[in-house]
């Protein structure tokens, strides 16, 4: 099993990488039952207790509520963008070279209107997909599914709806991806976001300590 601890991740045993190394080259997407450290995710649940949330359109891909900034999120972008977790994944999907994760918490409400449509997400170096549930309760509907764009098979479908569970996924010109509509009384609520190529998170603090400084 592997766990994202406030320490960072641990790591599978030989037969578990390569179980989940061959799922992933057949289905460009594998899940990792209880991935979010249970202390962790509980700190995530106190503090989305009185979060605020606001709507965002993405054009005409999506409409969700997004987390605004708020110290769950810088949490999950502390842990996310350690280097142990980026050869990690690494070996789990061969995407080569990881510089950062960059993602939002958003949440997904029956009934009203929110969506997410088939889209590819192959701008801006990003090179795997990750979602992890932040639910406290299973919900229904917004199942993960991806397909190729050139048809309508579905490769690989996934409800994550185990709390604490993620998916990582394949970014690729030739793949698209989605989630479903959420049914029943309870929202969908995830950190979502992408491995990218470049930049590196080090040269991102950097950047933003060096701002921090001007503005003063």
């Given at each position: 099993?592997i ?5 960072g ?19 460009h ?22 979060a ?10 999506s409409?969700?509520?997004r987390?605004?900034?708020d ?13 142990r977790?980026f050869?990690?994944?690494d ?6 070279h990881?510089g ?25 170096h990003?090179?795997?997909g990750m ?24 490769l690989c ?5 185990g709390?604490?569970d ?7 010109t030739?793949?698209v ?7 029943g009384?309870?929202p ?6 992408w491995?990218?190529?470049v ?15 001007e503005g003063?």
């Amino acid at each position: 099993m592997i766990h994202l601890t406030r320490s960072g991740p641990t790591l599978p045993t030989s037969a578990d990488l390569e179980r989940l190394r061959a799922q992933f080259d057949r289905q460009h997407c594998i899940r990792l039952e209880g991935f979010l450290a249970p202390a962790v995710l509980s700190f995530i649940h106190d503090r989305l207790d009185v979060a605020e949330f606001t709507q965002k359109a993405h054009g005409d891909i999506s409409v969700e509520l997004r987390l605004q900034p708020d110290a769950a999120l810088d949490l999950l972008h502390f842990l996310g963008n350690d280097e142990r977790l980026f050869r990690l994944v690494d070996q789990l999907t061969g995407c080569g070279h990881i510089g950062c994760f960059l993602g939002r918490i958003y949440r997904m409400v029956p009934g009203s209107g929110h969506y997410d449509s088939w889209h590819g997400d192959t701008l801006g170096h990003r090179l795997i997909g990750m979602s992890i549930n932040l639910g406290a309760r299973p919900y229904d509907g917004g199942v993960f599914q991806l397909r190729d764009r050139q048809s309508p098979v579905i490769l690989c479908e996934v409800a994550n709806t185990g709390p604490g569970d993620a998916i990582l996924f394949r970014i690729a010109t030739n793949l698209v991806h989605q989630v479903t509509a959420v049914e029943g009384t309870t929202p969908k609520t995830a950190f979502a976001g992408w491995f990218k190529s470049v930049p590196e998170f080090r040269s991102m603090l950097a950047n933003s300590a060096r701002r921090s400084v001007e503005g003063t």
